[in-house]
């Protein structure tokens, strides 16, 4: 009978160490967060492209304008890298650099970053659901825990009935989930934990590339539309002025609807690290709600022990 | 000078430039030449952009950076991965614990019948 003691000792020590079968977050909140991540990685990409655009349009335009003979400043340069190039000299000023070229490797830089948060958010997706998948394994586990347990209680002679038997076999079930359980949970929380200040940099850097991308844009409309004023202001014939306003309205509306979305996406960016604390708050709350489970098993445990206790035959 | 000083800055320079834009028409407008405000704008528009790589040469700095933290992260992450494994390994021990302890028992039962 001591051994039975034993064993359901060490099933109520295994289970006081664990917490809640359920995933540690609701799914839906880590999708959400992924989705989240996958389209402003989208967006964000689109929004450089605005700035780039617009940058490579006047760039061409003033090279068109100048009307230069030398075509060797209008040659690309593959000055490192497999697949790096500019369109200037390779040891020109950084800073003289054509902005469009500068404006590219941003944008490299901004999809890693986002890439990398994907990533992170897959991540969460896996260990949050880690039970889930290897759920097939567990059961196995757990029979093999409520079949020994079974032919030990026979081999003894003692005569559970067959409802005591059913709740033992559970608790082998909820044991070896719950001792995965609390694995994933320390894992997911230590891991958000470590992730959290990137999270903050990550949130910081995309808003800062809208901002910076967004006084491109305003900069690039005064190129292309300086030049257009002017010429409306001097334009005699009306036709020609007419279609000159229509073209300065029609970058007006491009303009203020790309800055629009950037502030939307500045605002997207901003948000995430609050996204990211309420996900551990899930996290937290799930903990708060699997004491109460967590009390359940104990009393459990504490009567079929006490069951086992009544009918030792010695 | 940061990164927000520098944005407060060019966004500062677009909006003079765009006085000085207005300003050149306005004296196309009355017959004056506006060649001086032209000059100064184009000068100031080269500022802008020098600032704008400027600004944006800090953040892909900033940019890789964070990439080398998020990859150390990672490697912490994947950590936990490994010992979540582990666990379930541990889980499947238990049971074969329980079936040898079951065993041993039967071995007993056959030398002391109950």
Same mark, same amino acid.
């Not at chain 1, 402003?40 to 061409?60: C, D, G, I, V």
């Not at chain 2, 952009?49 to 900033?62: A, C, F, P, S, T």
């Given at each position: 009978m001591k051994n039975m003691r034993s064993i359901a000792l060490i099933f109520a020590l295994l289970v006081t160490g664990c917490v809640s079968t359920s995933q540690p977050i609701p799914p839906g909140s880590l999708t959400q967060f992924r989705d989240t991540l996958v389209g402003l990685n989208t967006k964000s990409m689109q929004a450089l492209t605005f700035e780039y655009e617009w940058n490579y349009r006047n760039f061409k335009d003033r090279i068109k304008a100048d009307n230069q003979s030398d075509p060797t400043p209008l040659t690309l340069r593959f000055c490192s890298?497999?697949?790096?190039?500019?369109?200037? *000299?390779?040891?020109?000023?950084? =800073?003289?650099?054509?902005?469009?070229?500068?404006?590219a490797q941003s944008r490299v830089e901004l999809k890693n970053i986002n890439q990398a948060m994907i990533d992170y958010a897959h991540f969460m997706i896996l260990l949050n659901s880690a039970n889930e998948g290897s759920k097939a394994n567990l059961d196995a586990?757990?029979?093999?825990?409520? *079949?020994?347990?079974?032919?030990? =209680?026979?081999?003894?002679?003692?005569?559970?009935?067959?409802?005591k038997f059913g709740a033992f076999s559970t608790i082998g079930v909820a044991v070896v989930q719950q001792l995965l359980s609390k694995k994933q949970r320390t894992g997911m929380a230590a891991v958000m934990t470590d992730f959290q200040p990137g999270v903050n940099s990550f949130a910081d850097l995309g808003s800062r590339a809208m901002a910076i991308s967004a006084t491109g844009i305003k900069?690039?409309?005064?190129d292309e539309t300086g030049i257009l004023a002017r010429a409306i202001a001097t334009e005699t014939d009306?036709?020609?002025r007419l279609q000159k306003i229509e073209k300065l309205l029609e970058l007006n509306e491009q303009a203020s609807s790309q800055l629009d979305s950037l502030r939307i996406l500045n605002a997207a960016y901003d948000a995430l690290p609050n996204a990211h604390a309420e996900l551990i708050s899930a996290l937290q709350s799930g903990q708060y709600a699997s004491m109460q489970e967590l009390?359940?098993?104990?009393e459990m445990?504490?009567?079929i022990h006490q069951t086992f206790q009544n009918a030792d035959p010695n | 000078m940061t990164q927000d000083e520098k944005l407060e800055l060019v966004n500062f320079l677009i909006f003079l430039r765009g006085k000085l834009q207005s300003l050149a028409i306005k004296l196309l407008l009355i017959g004056e030449d506006p060649a001086k405000v032209d000059q100064a704008e184009k000068k100031l528009a080269k500022r802008i952009d020098q600032l704008r790589v400027n600004i944006m040469q800090?953040?892909?700095?900033?940019?890789?950076?964070l990439m080398g933290e998020l990859r150390q992260s990672n490697q912490k992450a994947q950590r936990y991965l490994r010992e979540l494994k582990d666990a379930q390994d541990r889980a499947g021990k238990l049971g074969e614990i329980l079936g040898l302890i079951d065993k041993g028992l039967g071995a007993l039962a056959k030398l002391l019948p109950v």
């Amino acid at each position: 009978m001591k051994n039975m003691r034993s064993i359901a000792l060490i099933f109520a020590l295994l289970v006081t160490g664990c917490v809640s079968t359920s995933q540690p977050i609701p799914p839906g909140s880590l999708t959400q967060f992924r989705d989240t991540l996958v389209g402003l990685n989208t967006k964000s990409m689109q929004a450089l492209t605005f700035e780039y655009e617009w940058n490579y349009r006047n760039f061409k335009d003033r090279i068109k304008a100048d009307n230069q003979s030398d075509p060797t400043p209008l040659t690309l340069r593959f000055c490192s890298g497999n697949y790096d190039w500019r369109w200037d *000299d390779c040891d020109s000023n950084p =800073s003289e650099m054509p902005v469009f070229n500068v404006i590219a490797q941003s944008r490299v830089e901004l999809k890693n970053i986002n890439q990398a948060m994907i990533d992170y958010a897959h991540f969460m997706i896996l260990l949050n659901s880690a039970n889930e998948g290897s759920k097939a394994n567990l059961d196995a586990a757990a029979k093999k825990v409520g *079949d020994a347990t079974k032919s030990i =209680s026979t081999r003894f002679g003692l005569s559970l009935d067959e409802a005591k038997f059913g709740a033992f076999s559970t608790i082998g079930v909820a044991v070896v989930q719950q001792l995965l359980s609390k694995k994933q949970r320390t894992g997911m929380a230590a891991v958000m934990t470590d992730f959290q200040p990137g999270v903050n940099s990550f949130a910081d850097l995309g808003s800062r590339a809208m901002a910076i991308s967004a006084t491109g844009i305003k900069k690039e409309y005064q190129d292309e539309t300086g030049i257009l004023a002017r010429a409306i202001a001097t334009e005699t014939d009306g036709a020609k002025r007419l279609q000159k306003i229509e073209k300065l309205l029609e970058l007006n509306e491009q303009a203020s609807s790309q800055l629009d979305s950037l502030r939307i996406l500045n605002a997207a960016y901003d948000a995430l690290p609050n996204a990211h604390a309420e996900l551990i708050s899930a996290l937290q709350s799930g903990q708060y709600a699997s004491m109460q489970e967590l009390v359940g098993y104990i009393e459990m445990i504490g009567e079929i022990h006490q069951t086992f206790q009544n009918a030792d035959p010695n | 000078m940061t990164q927000d000083e520098k944005l407060e800055l060019v966004n500062f320079l677009i909006f003079l430039r765009g006085k000085l834009q207005s300003l050149a028409i306005k004296l196309l407008l009355i017959g004056e030449d506006p060649a001086k405000v032209d000059q100064a704008e184009k000068k100031l528009a080269k500022r802008i952009d020098q600032l704008r790589v400027n600004i944006m040469q800090n953040w892909q700095g900033d940019a890789k950076q964070l990439m080398g933290e998020l990859r150390q992260s990672n490697q912490k992450a994947q950590r936990y991965l490994r010992e979540l494994k582990d666990a379930q390994d541990r889980a499947g021990k238990l049971g074969e614990i329980l079936g040898l302890i079951d065993k041993g028992l039967g071995a007993l039962a056959k030398l002391l019948p109950v």
